[in-house]
Nanobody, 124 residues
């Protein structure tokens, strides 16, 4: 089994910073990319930022210049440094990993795996 566990969410004032972390564990054969998505109440889940195992990063326009994604391949972790937070950043943030799971007799095709989510609230 594969698990993704997020940490670092919480309450922060506008203009403040938070750092999210996500650790992948379990029977992982390989990881292609990891990233962060978010879902605000009443909205669909949306991409925040992704990073490939080779280090290529992609950001939503709404967070460019404020958020920075980074990864540690050896530790199977991904981080999201969020600066200059705005109330509209309030959402549940989900860790995603596109990976191949190692099963008992074979390697499963690449698929998306998700964490349980960590809430981020930006409010004064």
């Amino acid at each position: 089994q594969v698990q993704l566990v997020e940490s670092g969410g919480g309450l922060v004032q506008p203009g403040g910073s938070l750092r999210l972390s996500c650790a992948a564990s379990g029977s992982i054969f390989s990881i292609n990319a990891m990233g962060w998505y978010r879902q605000a109440p009443g909205n669909q889940r949306e991409l925040v930022a992704t990073i490939t195992s080779g280090g290529s990063a992609n950001y939503a326009d709404s967070v460019k210049g404020r958020f920075t994604i980074s990864g540690d391949n050896a530790k199977k972790m991904v981080y999201l440094q969020m600066n200059s937070l705005k109330p509209e950043d309030t959402a549940v943030y989900y860790c995603n990993a596109r990976l191949r799971e190692l099963l008992s007799a074979r390697v499963r095709d690449e698929d998306d795996y998700w964490g349980q989510g960590t809430p981020v609230t930006v409010s004064s």
